[in-house]
């Protein structure tokens, strides 16, 4: 177990190495690039020369890149240059990583507490009218695009009936005191309630649009894996043991269904970033994602470096938690 | 005397094969179960009538697509977008074009970019997954790693990071940033299903009768395993024309607007979606319908092909 752990923890180092060079010399084939962003089209050549020799832009890319490695293992990839220019790429994204857990957290929670449950009854009733009626909802859920159902949420929930705050992530103006940066959890723990409640109206859309990429996939892996279970021997010998049907569902059923769920919700974490991108783009949310977008239409290279490498090591490091989760779930594996 | 006796035996072999009750291929019995699953033909349908949309979209569609017909209406107020008229069902769009030929001519460009993404997809994961599950040793380490430091990067994010580069996005520049995300996909599929060959029985056999590493390949293995490829495809497909319209939103779509596509139009109308919403409400259903399809007849195809359902 120890050692699996390591041997995941030294690919994940390798990975982000590999990753961070390859993104570093895409970066700079990008066009335009960070000078023309920030003087624009016509400034003078030798304004562009000196910005570019300010922001070490003028050496050959190999010694460029080494920099940046000498700089990054002491946690320092650079100052924004776009986003919010003057504040150090890694603030940026620290300040904006909540926003987006909170947004990605509630988007997995809203499709695990459907998708079970729904899954579950549709295997129950396979074939049925409920089954068919869950399984063309789920497939709608995966054939929406993210962006375009946000945008219709936004429309007839925000826009047109004025019930839910159409973008943000807090009314302007609302006093609340900083904890975690989670602002849910921060009202919570200072008991300014209204904060919270705030926060959580401005998160209701957005929880919505993005929970139906995991509720889709939850609730059709949940399916399927119910049904294969329940035709297991010893679900049988449970049956004719007498075990109550409560007893069944939770204990045998479940129990060893949810193995496949948990490997998917793992694999949906690169799933929620991307729709994040885009859920926060039409919320305009103060997340990562929006911060990637702004990051890209600016060339604002440091904080899209944090970003994309922060979301691989997520990404990474999630899957190897899913792992691990399996043997606390399933006790056959942890034997071996 | 070689051919009369292996002519002898081929007789035989005829005569036992003919003797017993017909066992069925696995195609044969995946085409019986498809026969009667009511996912695959509205499926086969929806995407039947898409490409038929695509091929004659340019003959049927009743005014060019390019014309600003109703510009003259339009240009009167600023932003106004002209409503529906007789000869134009669904009115104009913000550059005054007719909605309706818009829609009937973006099929084929919406297909184009769903067919062509997935083919590179499919072609580049192929190499990479044969010659990983072919060869094995370091080759498939080597692979492997590349494909995983791939799939790190969640696929859309890798799409906008190659959509990136190009300076004045065009189709062809959307269907690649789109397809290079598929590849791993393909490739982990390919290689995995590969593995399971190179230890099973048939393949052994093969070995063991002297036949080179080349016919295994591409006659014993590759065949074997490529059902659910087939399947993933038509999936990626769908992945395609949703990823690239999700692009188009986010302002890295083809910037070529003589040859409309469903995305690109949906990226155009969310400026006016409060005042106008039927101008996304329009491109972003036949997305919705479309994409469907593909995935029912996709998740009916994987349901046709699992062993596990043969009786």
């Known amino acids: ?336 | 005397m070689v051919t009369t006796f292996s002519r002898a035996r081929k007789q035989r072999i005829d005569a036992l094969v003919n003797s017993g009750d017909e066992g069925s291929s696995l195609l044969q019995d995946a085409w019986a179960r498809l026969k009667g699953s009511p996912l695959f033909w509205f499926g086969a349908v929806i995407v039947g009538l898409f490409v038929v949309l695509a091929i004659i979209g340019p003959w049927i569609a009743p005014h060019d697509p390019g014309a600003q017909l109703l510009i003259d209406q339009t240009s009167r107020a600023r932003n106004s977008i002209a409503p529906a008229q007789n000869g134009f069902p669904l009115g104009g769009d913000t550059q005054g074009r007719d909605l309706l030929s818009r829609m009937i001519v973006g099929a084929r460009q919406t297909l184009l970019v769903g067919i062509f993404a997935t083919l590179i997809g499919l072609v580049g994961g192929l190499i990479l997954g044969i010659l990983a599950g072919a060869f094995g040793g370091w080759i498939d380490t080597l692979v492997m790693r590349i494909v995983d430091v791939m799939l790190s990067i969640p696929s859309l994010l890798l799409a906008i990071s190659i959509g990136v580069l190009f300076t004045n996005p065009n189709l062809t520049s959307v269907i690649i940033a789109v397809s290079i995300p598929q590849i791993p996909v393909f490739a982990r599929l390919l290689r995995g299903q590969m593995l399971a060959q190179r230890e099973s029985d048939h393949v052994l056999a093969a070995r063991a009768l002297g036949v080179k590493r080349g016919p295994i390949v591409f006659r014993h293995m590759v065949p074997n395993s490529i059902s659910p490829v087939i399947v993933q495809a038509t999936l990626v497909v769908a992945t395609s024309i949703l990823d690239a319209a999700a692009l188009s939103f986010l302002g890295l779509g083809s910037q070529d607007v003589s040859q409309p596509e469903w995305g690109q139009m949906l990226g155009e109308a969310q400026g006016s979606i409060d005042s106008h919403p039927q101008l996304a409400f329009w491109p972003a259903g036949a997305i919705i319908v479309v994409v469907l399809g593909f995935t029912l007849l996709g998740e009916a195809l994987r349901e046709a092909i699992d062993p596990k359902n043969r009786r």
């Not at chain 1, 709608?140 to 159902?149: Q, S």
């Not at chain 1, 919570?188 to 889709?216: K, N, Y």
Request: aromatic share 10%; charged share 15%; net charge positive.
């Open chain 1, 1 to 336: 177990m120890l050692r699996y752990t390591v041997r995941r923890l030294l690919q994940l180092v390798l990975v982000l190495f590999v990753l961070s060079l390859l993104l570093f010399i895409w970066l700079r084939s990008l066009p335009g690039g960070p000078v023309t962003a920030l003087l624009g089209e016509r400034a003078t050549p030798e304004k562009r020369e000196e910005l570019n020799a300010v922001l070490g832009l003028d050496q050959p890319i190999i010694v460029q890149y080494f920099k940046f490695l000498g700089r990054v293992v002491q946690g320092n990839f650079g100052q924004s240059t776009g986003v919010s220019p003057g504040t150090s790429a890694v603030d940026v994204f620290i300040t904006r990583f909540g926003a987006t857990v909170e947004l990605t957290v509630g988007a997995m929670i809203f499709g695990l507490a459907l998708g079970i449950p729904l899954g579950y009854m549709a295997a129950k009733r396979r074939g049925g009218v409920l089954d068919n009626g869950y399984i063309v909802l789920s497939l709608i859920g995966i054939a929406v695009p993210v962006f375009f159902l946000a945008f219709l949420l936004k429309y007839v929930f925000a826009v047109k009936w004025g019930l839910l705050p159409p973008s943000g992530r807090q009314t302007p103006g609302i006093e609340a005191t900083r904890v975690t940066g989670l602002f849910i959890v921060d009202g919570l723990i200072t008991r300014e309630w209204d904060a919270s409640w705030d926060s959580v109206r401005h998160l209701i859309l957005p929880w919505i649009a993005l929970g139906t990429i995991p509720f889709a996939v939850i609730f059709r892996i949940t399916r399927a894996s119910v049904l294969e279970v329940q035709g297991e021997d010893f679900v049988r010998t449970a049956e004719a043991k007498g075990l109550t049907s409560k007893t069944i569902r939770n204990r045998h059923v479940l129990r060893n269904a949810m193995l496949p769920v948990i490997t998917v919700t793992g694999l949906l974490t690169g799933l929620l970033l991307t729709g994040a991108v885009l859920t926060e783009k039409v919320f305009g949310y103060p997340g990562i994602g929006e911060a990637l977008y702004l990051g890209f239409t600016k060339k604002d290279y440091p904080v899209i470096q944090v970003i994309i490498l922060a979301a691989a090591a997520a990404f990474v490091i999630i899957n190897t938690l899913v792992d691990l989760t399996y043997a606390l779930v399933d006790p056959r594996i942890r034997a071996r």
